[in-house]
């Protein structure tokens, strides 16, 4: 049969279906009723089930009976033996906030949720390299971290429900990547279990490791198509003894390209984050909060610029240096530079609380792109004009698109287009894809920057990867999970 939610996708008549016997297995392996929840021989089980098959947007809707918990990666390796076995397709799932529909099933395949494994298994203060349980909450490493004097080196608006295994299933990028780098070059080592049972132990603590292929990368990135990930080893930087972050209103994109090119120039080695959102980005934040805007007047387009260092007095004196000169030179039309904790965090507010204010509004097309800087924000400008010239944008209910918005990691080239509707529906949806992946492969560009494919771009890769990259990364699959179980339906 097909799911209503993806008509073009047909379930793999080679899975087998969860039993009552299975669920036997699963119970006893496990320990129900805390490791298994189980809609298969219990019929009142669907409510409780239901957070596991829906995503965090609401889109993306599985039909799974069976959410498996296990709590090591013995556990693990036991539940995926079975299931390679008896050919049951599974989801790995950490804390279900991707964005692109990968962490929950398509159909029923079962989930198999990180949440049990959630220990630090250790610290070292003097490398700084964590390691932890792939279920630990990024909040929770980073407050361990914290108290210790020593910080994550990821840091995102879902910070408080995602974990790890998630993080670097998905290769997350985040609101510090211009400082701290991707998590291709900070996790030091990875443990997985393969779809047969096998663990894969690449858990190395070492900064350096030229011993052949570094196997670990593979699963950093391949959301659940591998493997699934149960510790990471992750090089964590001292925390810094002083942060500080500045709010801009600027009249053009122009400007704030030159803001950006400023920034790195005179901030240099203590910028820590330079993120934009545009007006219409920011007063949606305002509708959804109703708090008061930071600046008086407002802007087509806001930065965010954010230091950290290890001198506040020296730090202080640069961004302020910094903000006299890009107002006195007429880069930005306003500034403020948060004073306390509290305006550091109200400032913040207004750049991660922008997801969340668009879930409030319907749904929302979300493209989270990479592009060269110069064109970066034309795309939010030619998909705005497109949807209009097509009579979908408009203020009042019978328009189906309500805001065309635009925000992302600037310091990364890296843009979140965002299409805002009433509801879901398919006119809107073929006036915007393929349209906005041609556009950006024409520029050479990204499909996905950071979210991943899942199921939601599955069908687009081929604008971002060509044939040989294609039929390599299909090898690969088929060597480590020749059943095709793990988190099939996705992007491979
Ligand atoms: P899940 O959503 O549970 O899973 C994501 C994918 O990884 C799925 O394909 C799943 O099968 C796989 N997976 C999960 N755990 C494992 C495992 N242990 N082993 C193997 N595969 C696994 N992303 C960014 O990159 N940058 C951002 O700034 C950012 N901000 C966000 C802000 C908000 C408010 C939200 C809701 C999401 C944001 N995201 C961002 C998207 C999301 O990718 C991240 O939140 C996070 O990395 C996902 O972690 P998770 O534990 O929730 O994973
Ligand atoms: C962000 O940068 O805010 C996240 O990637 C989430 C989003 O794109 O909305
Ligand atoms: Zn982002």
């Not at 009976?65 to 556990?75: A, G, M, N, T, W």
């Not at 910028?271 to 509708?287: I, N, P, T, W």
């Not at 529906?425 to 990204?446: C, D, F, H, M």
């Amino acid at each position: 049969y097909t799911s209503d939610a993806y008509p073009n996708i047909k379930r793999n008549p080679n899975f087998a279906q969860v039993t009552a016997e299975d669920v036997r297995f699963f119970q006893e392996l496990l320990g129900a009723p805390s490791a298994v929840v189980d809609g298969v021989t219990s019929d009142n089980a669907a409510d409780d089930i239901e957070p596991f098959n829906s995503d965090w947007m609401r889109k993306y809707r599985g039909h799974t009976r069976l959410v498996l918990k296990p709590k090591d990666k013995d556990e693990i390796s036991a539940v995926l033996r079975y299931c390679n076995e008896k050919k049951l397709a599974v989801v790995p799932q950490g804390g279900n906030t991707g964005l692109v529909g990968g962490s929950v099933p398509v159909f029923d395949e079962i989930v198999i949720n990180t949440s049990r494994m959630n220990q630090i298994r250790s610290f070292d203060e003097a490398s700084g390299v964590l390691v932890a349980d792939a279920g630990v909450i990024l909040e929770v490493a980073d407050q361990y971290l914290a108290e210790r004097e020593h910080l994550f080196p990821l840091d995102l608006g879902a910070k408080g429900s995602c974990h790890l295994g998630g993080n670097v299933a998905t290769n997350a990028g985040g609101l510090r990547l211009l400082r701290y780098g991707s998590l291709h070059g900070s996790v030091l080592g990875v443990e997985a279990v393969l779809a047969d049972g096998t663990v894969v132990d690449a858990l190395s603590t070492l900064r350096k490791n030229n011993t052949g292929y570094d196997l670990k990368q593979l699963f950093i990135g391949a959301e659940g198509t591998l493997g699934i990930i149960t510790g990471v080893a992750v090089q964590c930087p001292p925390r810094p003894k002083a942060v500080n972050v500045a709010y801009f209103g600027l009249e053009s994109y122009d400007q704030v390209r030159a803001a950006f090119r400023e920034a790195k120039g005179q901030l240099s080695e203590i910028l820590s984050a330079f993120e934009l959102m545009d007006g219409r980005s920011q007063r949606l934040v305002h509708e959804s909060t109703g708090n008061k805007y930071p600046l008086e007047g407002e802007y087509p387009f806001y930065c965010l610029v954010e230091t950290s260092g290890s001198n506040g007095e020296h730090d202080l004196a640069k961004l302020e240096a910094f903000l006299e000169h890009i107002l006195g030179e007429g880069i930005v039309a306003d500034g403020v530079l948060a004073q306390d904790e509290t305006q550091f965090q109200a400032i913040w507010r207004w750049r991660e609380g922008i997801t969340e204010a668009l879930s409030h509004l319907g749904g929302t097309y979300k493209y989270d792109v990479s592009i060269p800087l110069t064109d970066l924000y034309q795309l939010v400008d030619d998909t705005r004009d497109r949807l209009t010239s097509l009579g979908l944008v408009g203020e009042d209910d019978s328009y189906p698109v309500r805001a065309v918005v635009g925000y992302g990691h600037m310091g990364d080239s890296n843009l979140h287009l965002n299409v805002a509707v009433r509801q879901y529906s398919k006119e809107v949806e073929k006036a915007i894809e393929p349209w906005v992946y041609e556009w950006i492969a024409q520029r050479n560009g990204s499909i996905s920057a950071e979210h991943g494919l899942g199921v939601a771009k599955k069908e687009f890769i081929g604008y971002s990867q060509n044939e040989t990259n294609l039929k390599l990364m299909k090898q690969l699959k088929a060597l480590y999970d020749p059943n095709g179980i793990m988190n099939p339906y996705k992007y491979i």
